[in-house]
C-alpha cells in the first residue's frame, strides 16, 4: 500500500496540471480569506458600533413615562462571532436589526443582502465554499483517471503479476490523492487563521468548533476522494470516468441543493403574509387593547382591580391601574404571537428538514450544514437570537409596566417619570449562544451520513478490488 501510495503521489506531484491547479487553489484561499477577513472585520465593527450607540441612548434617555419608553423601544442587531469567518452561512440574507417595542413582536429587518451594502458585495464567498465546491472539483481533476490511466497503458497487468492485493494497490491511490486534499485543505485554513489573526480581528475563534469544523471537512474530503478513485478503477475508462464524476458534482452541487429546497417550499408551503397579517391582526383584537379606554375588556380590568383593592375609584388604588392595564395587554398579545409566529417557524423548520435528510443522499448538503451550525451561521442559531431578542423585550417591557403601576404613579399620570439614572440600571441585552454539544445534537443526522458515506466508500472500493486483476 505504501508503495503504491509513494509512487502515486510522486506522479502526481510532478504532473503540471497539478501543480497549477494546486497553486491556484491556495492563490483562492489567499483571496477569500483576505475577502472574508475584510468583510468580517467591517460587519464586528459595525455591531459594536451599533450596540454601543443604542445602549447609549437607552442609558441617557432621561426622564420618561415607562410605558412611552417601552414604546420608544430598544433595538438589538446580528451579534459576530470569530467562527463566521470561515462560513458566513446565513448571516448576509437574515435581518441584522431587530427592534423590540411594547405591544409587538417584529421581524429581523436589514439584511446585508437586502442592503446591497459593502458588506454583502462579496461576502458570499468565504472559505467554506470553496472547500464544499472547488475542492471535489480539484479531487476529482486529480483522480478520474488515477487508475484507469493503469488500464489505458496497459500497465495494471505489470502492477498485478508483482502480487499485491487489489485493495491495497486502490487504498494506495486513494491514500495519494487524500493526502494531497488533506494538505490543500489545512492550508487553505491555515492561511485564514494567519490573515485573520494578522488583521487583529480580536475575537479568537473556539477550539473545539474549530476542530469539528475541520473534522466535518476531513470527512468530506475523504468522502469524495475515495469516490473519484472508485469511480475510476469501475469505469476503466479516463473519459467515461471524468464524465461520471462531473456530472455526480454537477447533481450533488447545483441540482439537489435546488430540489430540496423547492420540494421543501411545495410540501410545507409558508403562509402567505397578507393572510398571516390579517389573521394576527383578527386574533390581537379579541384580547384587550391598553390603549383604547372604550374597550370593555379595560372597564372589566378595572372593576376587577376595584374589587381586589376594596376602592370604589382608581384614584384610590394604591398602584397605576395604567401600568397594569398595558402589561394585561402585553401579556395577551404575547400569546398571539406565541400562536401564529411558532406556526410560521414549525413550517420553516419542516423546510428544513428535507435538506437534513437529503442530506444522507448528499454529502455535500452534509458538509455545508454542518459547517454552517459549528460556524454558528446557520437558521437555528439565527432563530435561537431571535428568540433570546423576544424574551429579552417581554422582560424589558413588562419592568416598564411594573414601574409604571407600582413605581408610585397615580392612574392618568402620564407625565409621571423614574429617576433618570433608573434606565441605565436595567441589563442590556445578551445572546446566549448554544453549546457546541447543542449544535452537534441538532446536525447529528448530518454527522451521520458523512460517516456512513466513508463507509460505503471503503465497501465499495473493497468490492471493486476484488475483480481488478481478473483479466
Not at 459594536?48 to 420618561?64: F, H, I, P
Not at 420553516?348 to 435528510?357: A, I, P, W
Not at 423585550?393 to 407600582?406: G, H, I, S
Request: with cysteine; hydrophobic share 45%.
Amino acid at each position: 500500500m505504501f508503495f503504491f501510495l509513494k509512487i502515486t503521489l510522486i506522479q502526481a506531484l510532478r504532473q503540471r496540471y497539478v501543480q497549477v491547479i494546486s497553486l491556484m487553489l491556495l492563490l483562492i484561499f489567499v483571496l477569500v480569506s483576505w475577502n472574508g477577513t475584510r468583510v468580517h472585520k467591517m460587519r464586528n465593527a459595525a455591531y459594536t458600533e451599533a450596540t454601543l450607540t443604542m445602549r447609549n441612548a437607552w442609558s441617557t434617555q432621561g426622564a420618561v413615562n415607562p410605558h412611552n419608553s417601552a414604546h420608544y423601544g430598544h433595538i438589538v442587531f446580528q451579534p459576530v462571532t470569530a467562527m463566521q469567518v470561515l462560513d458566513n452561512g446565513v448571516q448576509p440574507y437574515a435581518g441584522g436589526m431587530l427592534r423590540l417595542e411594547a405591544h409587538k413582536q417584529n421581524e429581523p429587518a436589514f439584511s446585508a443582502a437586502q442592503q446591497r451594502t459593502e458588506l454583502s458585495r462579496f461576502g458570499d464567498f468565504s472559505l467554506a465554499w470553496v472547500l464544499q465546491v472547488l475542492m471535489p472539483l480539484f479531487i476529482i481533476l486529480l483522480g478520474f483517471n488515477i487508475v484507469s490511466a493503469d488500464f489505458e497503458n496497459d500497465t495494471i497487468k505489470l502492477i498485478a503479476a508483482q502480487g499485491p492485493h487489489p485493495f491495497q494497490y486502490l487504498l494506495g491511490k486513494a491514500l495519494s490523492i487524500l493526502l494531497i486534499a488533506l494538505i490543500l485543505l489545512y492550508a487553505g485554513v491555515t492561511i485564514q487563521f494567519v490573515i485573520y489573526y494578522a488583521a487583529g480581528s480580536g475575537v479568537p475563534m473556539e477550539a473545539a468548533h474549530l476542530v469539528s469544523w475541520l473534522g466535518t471537512y476531513t470527512l468530506y474530503v475523504i468522502v469524495i476522494s475515495l469516490l473519484s478513485v472508485a469511480l475510476s478503477a469501475a469505469l476503466k475508462n479516463s473519459t467515461a470516468s471524468l464524465s461520471m464524476q462531473l456530472a455526480g458534482w454537477i447533481l450533488w452541487m447545483i441540482i439537489m441543493p435546488r430540489v430540496t429546497a423547492n420540494l421543501g417550499a411545495n410540501m410545507y408551503p409558508v403562509e402567505h403574509r397578507l393572510a398571516f397579517n390579517t389573521t394576527l391582526a383578527e386574533d390581537r383584537k379579541k384580547g384587550i387593547d391598553g390603549h383604547n379606554p372604550a374597550d370593555q375588556r379595560i372597564k372589566a380590568f378595572e372593576d376587577s382591580l376595584l374589587t381586589h383593592y376594596k376602592v370604589s375609584k382608581l384614584d384610590s388604588l394604591p398602584v397605576n391601574a395604567d401600568g397594569l392595564i398595558m402589561q394585561a395587554d402585553e401579556n395577551y398579545s404575547n400569546l398571539v404571537y406565541d400562536n401564529h409566529f411558532t406556526r410560521i417557524r414549525n413550517t420553516l423548520d419542516n423546510q428544513n428538514k428535507v435538506s437534513r435528510y437529503g442530506a444522507l443522499l448528499n454529502p455535500f448538503l452534509a458538509a455545508r450544514n454542518l459547517s454552517m451550525g459549528i460556524a454558528q451561521s446557520d437558521y437555528k442559531h439565527y432563530l435561537q437570537l431571535v428568540y433570546d431578542a423576544e424574551q429579552y423585550r417581554r422582560y424589558l417591557v413588562q419592568t416598564l409596566n411594573e414601574k409604571m403601576a407600582y413605581g408610585g404613579s397615580k392612574a392618568g399620570e402620564w407625565d409621571w417619570a423614574p429617576d433618570s439614572t433608573w434606565y441605565a440600571s436595567l441589563p442590556d441585552f445578551v445572546y446566549q449562544k448554544p453549546t457546541l454539544k447543542t449544535t452537534l445534537y441538532w446536525y447529528s443526522t448530518e454527522w451521520l451520513s458523512l460517516c456512513l458515506w466513508v463507509c460505503l466508500a471503503t465497501a465499495w472500493l473493497l468490492w471493486i478490488g476484488r475483480n481488478l486483476f481478473r483479466f
